[in-house]
C-alpha cells in the first residue's frame, strides 16, 4: 500500500518461463509496494558471518509449491522503515521487521500466484519469517526451483519459487 | 450529536493496519483493528462496525469465513465489507463479490484507493483542523 506507478490487472494467460515470473514478480513488489528500485545482480554474497531474514509463503492446489525471499536484517529494517513511514530504520522493533517481512513476502507470492493463475486454483498459506546465519533452503529431490537474486541499494535481496512439478499443470 | 462510523480493520499485518489506518487519520472515523477472523467476529459481536476493511488470508480465520458469517446473519448482512487481498486473482474477486463483498482492493494499490473504496461506501467527514 505504498505509492506506486498505476497497476495492469491483466493476468497471464500464456505460457511462462518460472524464472522470468519470479523475477518480474520480484521487481514489481518492490516498485508497486515498496517504492523502491531493485536492480539484477549475478553472484550471491558469501560473507555468511551475515544473518539472514527469510519469508517463506506456501502455495496449494492446483500448483504447490513455496515462495522464500530471502534479506539481510539491514534491507529487512530498510523495508518496515517503509512501511511504517519512519525515518530511521535503526528505529523499527524487531516485530514490525518480522510483521513487514511476512507481508512482502505474502503480497510476493500473491503476484506469483496472479502470474500463475493459467494454472488453476492455488491458495496462499500464511507467512513464516525464519532467522539464521548460512541459511539455505533444501528441497525433495525432485523439486524446481527459479530463482532472482538482486539488490536494493547495495543490499542483496534472494526470491525463490519452489514448485514439485515442472513443467506444472496447464503452464 | 451524530457518532463518527465505526470501521473496523481486519489484517494480519500491523504495517497493513498502521498504513491504512494512517490514511484514515484525516477523517472522522473511530477505528478498530483486528489481526485474524476470530478477533474481528468478536469485535463484530461487540459492537457492529459501519463497514468492514478485511483481509483475506488470515490466522485461524480467513476472511472468506468471516465474510460468509457475516452475510449469513440479519443483523451483519447490510455491513459494507472491502476485501484486501495480496493478489488480484479474478476467480477469487467474482467469489468474494457473489458472496456479498461490496468492493476488492489489491495490497499493491496506494493507500488513497483504499480510502477511496471506503469513502463510496461510508459518508466520512474530514476531521476539523485543530485548534492552536
Given at each position: 500500500m505504498m505509492p506506486t506507478a498505476p497497476i495492469s490487472q491483466e493476468v497471464p494467460t500464456k505460457p511462462m518461463d518460472l524464472t522470468a515470473c519470479v523475477r518480474e514478480s520480484t521487481i514489481r513488489v518492490f516498485c508497486a509496494f515498496l517504492a523502491l528500485e531493485v536492480s539484477p545482480c549475478l553472484t550471491a554474497p558469501t560473507d555468511e558471518s551475515q544473518r539472514t531474514l527469510v519469508g517463506t509463503v506456501g502455495l496449494a492446489g492446483d500448483f504447490c509449491g513455496v515462495v522464500c525471499l530471502h534479506v539481510r536484517p539491514k534491507l529487512a529494517a530498510q523495508l518496515a522503515a517503509v512501511m511504517f513511514q519512519i525515518?530511521?530504520?535503526?528505529?523499527?522493533p524487531p516485530e514490525d521487521i518480522k510483521d513487514v517481512m511476512g507481508e512482502v513476502t505474502n503480497v510476493l507470492a500473491g503476484e506469483i500466484k496472479r502470474r500463475l493463475a493459467c494454472c488453476g486454483t492455488i491458495v496462499l498459506s500464511v507467512p513464516t519469517i525464519i532467522s539464521g546465519y548460512s541459511l539455505d533452503v533444501s528441497s525433495l529431490s525432485g523439486v524446481h526451483k527459479a530463482v532472482f537474486l538482486c539488490q536494493q541499494n547495495g543490499e542483496p535481496v534472494l526470491a525463490e519459487l519452489y514448485n514439485n512439478a515442472h513443467p506444472p499443470r496447464n503452464l | 450529536m451524530n457518532q463518527p462510523p465505526l470501521l473496523l480493520l481486519v489484517d494480519d499485518s500491523r504495517a497493513t493496519r498502521t498504513i491504512i489506518g494512517t490514511a484514515l487519520r484525516e477523517y472522522d472515523c473511530e477505528i478498530r483493528e483486528a489481526c485474524n477472523g476470530a478477533e474481528a467476529w468478536s469485535a463484530v459481536q461487540e459492537r457492529i462496525p459501519d463497514l468492514i476493511v478485511l483481509?483475506?488470508?488470515?490466522?485461524?480465520?480467513s476472511g472468506v469465513e468471516v465474510l460468509a458469517r457475516l452475510k449469513s446473519q440479519a443483523a451483519t448482512r447490510d455491513v459494507p465489507v472491502v476485501m484486501l487481498t495480496a493478489n488480484a486473482n479474478p476467480d477469487e474477486m467474482a467469489t468474494v463479490r457473489s458472496m456479498g463483498a461490496a468492493d476488492y482492493i489489491t495490497?499493491?494499490?496506494?493507500p488513497a484507493l483504499a480510502i477511496e473504496a471506503i469513502r463510496n461506501l461510508v459518508a466520512l467527514q474530514p476531521n476539523a483542523p485543530a485548534a492552536c
Open positions: 525515518e530511521a530504520a535503526d528505529e523499527v | 483481509d483475506i488470508t488470515m490466522p485461524i480465520m495490497k499493491l494499490h496506494k
